[in-house]
């Protein structure tokens, strides 16, 4: 896409002003990225990881960078509270941080909780290692441009041996503008030797619009560190969202994530996660939502680099109308991860003619003793069912929404606070077509 | 409790099937099926394999993909062919499926809840709240025996075949319909079971409600003893009779029944 001339996208993402941070490492790290970012342009679907989602529409537009009146807006107070959910909260909105609809008081012993705007205000240097990245390939056009333009987003870092007894809760708000913004967040996670955490991170929207935002989360989970990640992504109807979280886990560490993708128009998570040290384990969850004309693509990729580690997945699609669902789940098993134990399955519905899912689920293994599984399905609600239900008097599209909310629910199933679990299996059935 | 309409005075016809010709996968297997119901009436449909039995339960419960190419079926005055499956549900039509279907991640109670709830509005009646439900509910444990542990799990998921036909006489009591049709309920039953799931239709006969019990064997009569028993061979009703008629085919079989009968 980028020998002939520059795309409107490209262009008017590069028009943005640097962030000026006065910490040299950091900003040539960002003209670096930048100079990738305008050298390489954008993925075109002969890139793998981009086969299914073309991004020549979004290519075509222009957006204003970033949002000047962010600490001003007004926004919408309901999406930022949560049933079941009562701790920290940082709300960010059109990707800048909000003190005034943000609660960071009374933070306990050994929980560090700052915006990154703030953090690098002070001792920059624990960050240095996250933020100095250097993106290699074309596809990682949107890590790229953010890790040039992001100028805040969360710094978060559990102490070893600190259990956080609440949950963190991590806002990003879309609120409408006077023009499509561009806005890029970076989340910079960490969790010591042994501690715990529950981390909500939500995707909101006030009012319409149809921004661009991209957020790459770096998360950290040393020896021991158990962190439970529950994403609930419900953007504006118009809003574009490229998110990638990169997971490390050290030995016996073990992240378990949750995903609910249910907004936005153009919507992008790789999810990405190495298994580094011994006995690490990964649990992801996920439910990909789209109806309309959205289109929602996960591409996870799951590194086995150490003995004896385990990852799950189970990720279920459901897409109506002219909808389109990607899903890719790529997991390597590398030389040396012997005894480790992968299992990945992608359950899909169509509930229209017209929609679409494309799912990949990949293996490759390169150690011993492994045990594997993998598998992707995609189906309709069964007709037999169906009549079950509607022969007991329910009717048909009552009895769809049953049956697909139920095909969803099997993925929170796990979920252990129960009055969220029910918060968002209620947001899932509110997305049903009626 | 042995209730008979046709010692009563008056005959309310509730179930009115005539010359009803219905085909599945461009087969025909009904071929001109008809048959009269009353209020209270119990009527066992017996027959061979392939005679026709479940698809006429099919056919009367609006599942797709039977096609009814000729012939009316009057359902308290009103055309049943032309209702909805769930519109007929509401209206007091129950099948008792042959194989009742596994739904995981619906809760049997909220499902039940769900239906017992759509018919009523159907009906323009007021829905239960949960808590008056499970009341409902708790009583019919009771009248049908069954543990609760039953309202806890996903619908059918992980049931015993006993545990299912079970279900679904329980769901007809919680439901009460007006005509239940139960689909070779009895197959695949121990003794025990099939006692109990005649139990469970006994305590619900009564003079409003009418039964067709399709079935392959004359064993469920035993337990539940039918005021008619027809034959159904090659699609329709070739002979007609008492409970007695039963007996003569378990003696007899299938072979012979029917010559003679008008056509």
Redesign the interface.
């Known amino acids: 896409m980028n020998q002939s001339a520059p795309l409107p996208l490209v262009e008017s993402l590069l028009d943005a002003q640097l962030p000026g941070s006065g910490i040299a490492w950091l900003d040539a790290a960002r003209r670096e990225n930048r100079e990738a970012f305008a050298s390489g342009g954008l993925p075109d679907t002969r890139v793998e990881a981009w086969k299914y989602t073309a991004l020549r529409a979004l290519a075509q537009r222009s957006f204003a960078s970033g949002d000047s009146q962010a600490q001003t807006r007004v926004v919408d107070a309901a999406p930022l509270t949560l049933p079941g959910i009562d701790g920290p909260r940082l709300v960010f909105v059109n990707g800048v941080f909000r003190a005034d609809l943000s609660a960071l008081d009374s933070l306990q012993d050994g929980l560090t909780l700052e915006p990154l705007s703030l953090a690098l205000r002070g001792d920059a240097e624990p960050l240095r290692f996250a933020l100095s990245r250097h993106y290699r390939e074309t596809g990682d056009a949107f890590a790229r441009i953010n890790a040039a333009s992001a100028g805040d987003g969360l710094v978060l870092r559990v102490a070893a041996k600190t259990i956080v007894a609440v949950p963190v809760q991590l806002v990003f708000v879309g609120a409408s503008a006077e023009s499509a913004l561009a806005w890029h967040a970076r989340n910079v996670i960490e969790l010591g030797e042994d501690a715990e955490l529950t981390l909500v991170e939500q995707h909101v929207a006030s009012g319409e619009q149809a921004h661009l935002a991209t957020l790459v989360s770096d998360i950290e989970l040393r020896e021991g560190a158990r962190l439970h990640h529950i994403i609930l992504q419900n953007a504006a109807i118009g809003a574009s969202l490229v998110r990638r979280s990169s997971l490390r886990l050290h030995g016996r560490a073990h992240a378990k994530v949750h995903v609910l993708e249910l907004g936005g128009a153009l919507v992008r998570h790789d999810l990405r996660a190495e298994l580094v040290g011994d006995g690490a384990q990964l649990d992801t969850r996920g439910v990909f939502m789209p109806h309309g004309r959205q289109h929602i693509d996960t591409q996870l990729a799951i590194r086995h680099q150490a003995l004896n580690t385990t990852s799950s997945s189970n990720w279920r699609g459901v897409a109506n109308d002219r909808a389109r669902g990607v899903f890719r789940g790529a997991i390597v098993v590398a030389p040396g991860a012997d005894g480790s134990d992968a299992s990945l399955s992608n359950k899909n519905l169509l509930l229209s003619p017209s929609a679409e899912i494309d799912t990949k689920p990949e293996l490759e293994i390169y150690a011993d003793e492994v045990k594997a599984a993998h598998g992707a399905t995609v189906g309709q609600l069964?007709?037999?069912?169906l009549?079950?239900?509607?022969?007991?008097?329910?009717?048909?599209a009552?009895?769809r929404a049953?049956?697909t909310?139920?095909?969803c629910?099997?993925v929170l199933d796990d979920l252990p606070n129960e009055t969220l679990r029910e918060h968002l299996s209620t947001l899932l059935i509110a997305h049903l077509p009626t | 409790m042995a209730f008979h309409s046709n010692e009563s005075l008056k005959l309310i016809t509730m179930l009115k099937i005539e010359n009803l010709h219905a085909r599945v996968e461009g087969r025909e297997i009904l071929k001109g099926l008809s048959l009269t119901v009353n209020a209270g009436e119990v009527h066992a449909i017996m027959g061979p394999n392939g005679a026709g039995k479940s698809t006429l339960g099919n056919v009367l419960?609006?599942?797709?993909g039977y096609e009814v190419t000729a012939g009316t079926v009057t359902y308290n005055g009103i055309d049943l062919l032309a209702l909805?499956?769930?519109a007929?549900?509401?209206a007091g039509v129950?099948?008792a499926?042959q194989y009742?279907?596994e739904?995981?991640?619906?809760n049997n109670t909220y499902?039940?809840r769900?239906?017992?709830n759509?018919?009523r509005k159907?009906r323009g009646e007021k829905e239960l709240d949960s808590m008056q439900f499970l009341k409902l509910v708790r009583e019919k444990l009771k009248v049908m025996q069954i543990s609760d542990e039953l309202l806890h799990r996903a619908v059918n998921e992980g049931f015993s075949g006993g545990e299912k036909k079970r279900n679904e006489i329980f769901?007809m009591a919680v439901?009460e319909p007006q005509l239940a049709i139960l689909d070779e309920t009895d197959s695949g039953l121990d003794i025990d079971a099939l006692k109990q799931v005649a139990q469970g239709v006994n305590a619900l006969r009564s003079p409003e409600r009418a039964f067709l019990m399709i079935t392959h064997y004359q064993r469920l009569l035993d337990y539940v003893v039918p005021d008619f028993v027809h034959v159904l061979a090659d699609g329709r009703i070739v002979e007609s009779g008492d409970k007695s008629l039963a007996l003569k085919l378990e003696e007899h079989g299938y072979v012979g029944i029917g010559e003679g009968a008008p056509a």
């Open positions: 069964d007709e037999r069912s009549f079950y239900l509607r022969s007991r008097g329910i009717p048909q009552e009895a049953l049956l909310a139920a095909f629910r099997a | 419960s609006g599942r797709e909805e499956p769930e007929r549900a509401a129950f099948l499926f009742p279907v739904i995981p991640g619906v499902f039940l769900a239906a017992f759509a018919q159907g769901q439901l």
